[in-house]
């Protein structure tokens, strides 16, 4: 229901939609208006087939087909990738009969994040009695102008104060359009009141309450001081646990006093590890000796990914104040490497430049550490503790000629990329004829002679930026373009875009990223003995993580997994890349994330969501570029809805997913 002020002005062409709802779509008896399909339908296929962008007038000629089901793809097709060319046509198909064609449509139209799809949206909306029959269509469209309406809208869907608890789809459209805008950087300040009403009251239904704990939680220009006693009060009382975590962020963001021994009550209460991960990475809001005791405290946590934010806290809100502390936790043994290596370089950070011996104490054992490790992840993680020393450059240029693992060769990239953008460095190495610039010169040129994607990646960030000590020695252009040339596509599509654009800003010209041909049919009879859902074991050396795959909603990608599955693929393949309460990633061949196979697939965008953890999905550097390597979530992740494929979910295994941490591997996997 809309009050009689938004009717007059956003809405009132909307009242005549209903009149021409069957306009496009005269029915006839020959019309078939269910969307049901199975992948084995030929058509099905072609459709899946056609999806790509140099394909639009083919699917287009399906959003006139008799079979809704073929509407219905062809219309989702275009979620995958922004094509505004089609936009007036799947406008036309807002008026289609069919009520999940025209959701197809919606949701394409809002992944166009084109302002050309905004008024056919707003002309799409049935502005009648809120219990209609058109309830989810109008929310999905509210969710729709959040991502590509203008700032007029923004305020028109703000003002809507009218939505009760009982409009389920439409208080849910509110909240997701509202957190869409969020994401694009426009805010609506009136809207906050309502927000925090529909996240804190369970009278709200879930996804709602969900999506405005989201808005909370991401939307950082909110303020939120105002709302300290009403967040308190919903995070000691709130039971959802994916709710309450979104809470003790927004309550983190309060930067007082009484909001941090709010959050030390809560952390004390040894809740969900998840919520508990959030309070203490909402401590980089506060800086005082009482929070900086807190993540001490919170260092000793068992769990990895509340120690590993309390590390990070220590690392970059800590002082000469702790010293001692830090010296002491340096020299325990039984702290993980990963906390270790943050407590290390915390150490090298904030002990005091007078206290020489017990810096080069540190740094002796840091660099034993390095020499002893066999772990590269390990060893990587005791490298990067070292930058604080820039110093330590010569070190790591002297590692560089050794034959290493790539994760190995990409962190001392990282590490030279870090030291370099120190505002001091030309300090230590002065003047443009110092050895520093002839040693980086041939280090960076035997990165170009070896085309390592991991590296270059790293020095087309480098040379972004003016280095002026190095222009006489290293021709970053000419040097870089000939790298470019030597990696291979698709593979290192990712890399070979960050070079581009590089290389674009050094000549001072336009950069246009290359976009991956698509080069990897679908092969259908993989799924001839499967059906609309396949559940997969990933033994771990953990433990087993049980996964659902829905080949109907993201079939190349469901397919690929199969085919590597069937062929061992996976097995030792390492998860490089753990978030905490976010990600765990998985399937580089190169165990740093910069590797691919000779292939790339079909982006699989669907109207599946991350909006609950465990959802599985394709890793990507951008449209049609997904390959080998996917990921897990800890929790809802609402911000990445639309960007990355899914393609399953896991079902079992929560406590072996929360207890992997860089490094870990997949010995096996099962299809059943």
């Given amino acids: ?250 309550l983190s963001r309060i930067a007082s006093p009484a909001a941090l021994n709010a959050m030390e009550e809560l952390y004390s209460r040894g809740l969900d590890v998840r919520i508990q991960t959030n309070i203490v990475k909402g401590l980089m809001q506060h800086n005082s000796p009482q929070a900086r005791f807190f993540a001490l405290k919170a260092l000793q946590n068992p769990s990895l990914h509340v120690s590993s934010y309390a590390a990070q806290y220590i690392l970059e809100k800590g002082n000469a104040e702790i010293a001692e502390e830090l010296k002491s936790l340096t020299e325990r043994n039984n702290l993980p490497w990963q906390i270790r290596s943050v407590v290390f370089e915390a150490a090298l950070k904030h002990i005091p430049p007078y206290l020489v011996l017990t810096r080069q104490a540190i740094e002796g054992k840091l660099m034993n550490l390095v020499t002893q490790s066999k772990n590269p992840y390990e060893k990587a993680a005791y490298l990067k503790a070292l930058t604080t020393d820039i110093k330590s450059l010569d070190y790591y240029l002297t590692l560089s000629t050794s034959n290493l693992h790539p994760y190995i060769r990409t962190t001392l990239a990282e590490c030279i990329s870090t030291i370099l953008n120190k505002p001091d460095f030309q300090l230590v190495y002065k003047g443009s004829k110092n050895y520093i610039y002839y040693q980086l010169s041939e280090y960076f040129k035997r990165q170009c002679e070896s085309a390592d994607a991991g590296a270059l990646a790293v020095m087309a960030g480098i040379f972004s930026k003016p280095q002026p000590g190095l222009n006489k020695l290293f021709k970053a252009d000419s040097m870089l373009s000939e790298a470019q040339s030597k990696l291979k596509l698709p593979r290192d599509i990712e890399t070979y875009n960050e070079l581009g654009k590089c290389i674009a800003g050094l000549k001072k010209t336009k950069f246009e990223p290359k976009l991956p041909e698509f080069n990897h049919p679908v092969n259908w009879s993989v799924l001839d003995n499967y059906k609309d859902t396949i559940h997969a074991t990933i033994t771990t050396n953990k433990g087993d993580i049980g996964i659902d795959l829905y080949p109907k909603y993201a079939p190349s990608s469901v397919i690929n997994f199969i085919q590597l599955v069937k062929d061992g693929f996976y097995a030792d393949k390492v998860f490089h890349r753990v978030v905490p309460n976010f990600v765990v990633q998985v399937g580089c061949p190169r165990g740093d994330g910069y590797g691919a196979l000779d292939y790339t697939l079909r982006t699989d965008i669907s109207l599946l969501n991350y909006q609950e953890s465990g959802m599985v999905g394709m890793a990507s550097a951008g449209l049609d570029t997904e390959g080998t390597q996917f990921f897990i979530t800890h929790s809802p992740t609402p911000h990445l809805d639309g960007k990355y494929s899914i393609f399953g979910k896991m079902i079992s295994g929560n406590e072996v997913l929360m207890s992997l941490s860089q490094s870990d591997v997949i010995k096996n996997i099962v299809l059943n």
């Fill in 1 to 250: 229901m809309f009050n009689s002020k938004i009717r007059i002005g956003f809405f009132l062409a909307l009242l005549f939609a209903v009149l021409f709802t069957e306009s496009c779509f005269p029915p006839n008896e020959d019309q078939d208006n269910n969307v049901g399909y199975t992948l084995s339908d030929p058509v099905v296929r072609s459709i899946f087939d056609a999806k790509d962008r140099h394909n639009r007038d083919s699917l287009v000629l399906y959003f006139n087909h008799k079979k809704a089901a073929y509407r219905y793809l062809a219309a989702l097709s275009f979620a995958s990738f922004k094509d505004t060319a089609v936009i007036p046509e799947l406008a036309k198909l807002l008026k289609d009969p069919v009520e999940q064609v025209k959701q197809a449509a919606v949701f394409s139209l809002g992944q166009s994040f084109s302002i050309k799809a905004e008024l056919p949206l707003i002309s799409a909306f049935i502005a009648v009695d809120s219990s209609g029959p058109f309830n989810k269509t109008n929310g999905m469209i509210l969710e729709a102008l959040g991502k590509c309406g203008s700032d007029s809208t923004l305020h028109l869907i703000c003002q809507i104060k009218t939505y009760q608890p009982d409009d389920t789809f439409l208080i849910y459209g509110q909240m997701c359009a509202l957190y869409r805008f969020g994401l694009r950087e426009k805010v609506c300040n009136e809207s906050l009141e309502k927000i925090v009403l529909v996240a804190t009251h369970d009278k709200f239904p879930f996804p709602a309450r969900l999506m405005a704990a989201n808005c909370l939680q991401r939307i950082k220009t909110f303020e939120l001081s105002n709302q300290f006693d009403i967040l308190k009060k919903a995070c000691n009382e709130e039971k959802n646990p994916d709710i309450r975590m979104c809470l003790v962020s927004a």
